[in-house]
Nanobody, 123 residues
Framework: QVQLVESGGGLVQAGGSLRLSCAASGSIFSINAMGWYRQTPGKQRELVAHITSGGSTNYADSVKGRFTISRDNAKNTVYLQMNSLKPEDTAVYYC?????????????????WGQGTQVTVSS
């Protein structure tokens, strides 16, 4: 019913920048919180950044001052601007959204994940 499609990952040298995008589509009534998570092999998925529908943000300590999360509510899209990238930022990055989904004459709340996009930072 709802799809999240990420883009913008790739290979970059340490100190470089990347911008990730995640567009939501489908039977969307409204999108509440959105966030970016990342995961490396053998480790649990961890929160990178989170933004509420009102624009309040929070960040993992490891990315504060380097990453910026933003959203365009008209486009149902969330972004992650990543600057001063470090090799330890290498991971698969996943988009997450808490969505109120249209279902016939009613609606319900559900969480959705994107397919993930690889970010690799070389030293």
């Amino acid at each position: 019913q709802v799809q999240l499609v990420e883009s913008g990952g790739g290979l970059v040298q340490a100190g470089g920048s990347l911008r990730l995008s995640c567009a939501a589509s489908g039977s969307i009534f409204s999108i509440n919180a959105m966030g970016w998570y990342r995961q490396t092999p053998g480790k649990q998925r961890e929160l990178v950044a989170h933004i509420t529908s009102g624009g309040s943000t929070n960040y993992a300590d490891s990315v504060k001052g380097r990453f910026t999360i933003s959203r365009d509510n008209a486009k149902n899209t969330v972004y992650l601007q990543m600057n001063s990238l470090k090799p330890e930022d290498t991971a698969v990055y996943y988009c997450n959204a808490d969505v109120t989904v249209r279902s016939g004459w009613s609606h319900f709340a559900a969480g959705y994940w994107g397919q993930g996009t690889q970010v690799t930072v070389s030293s």
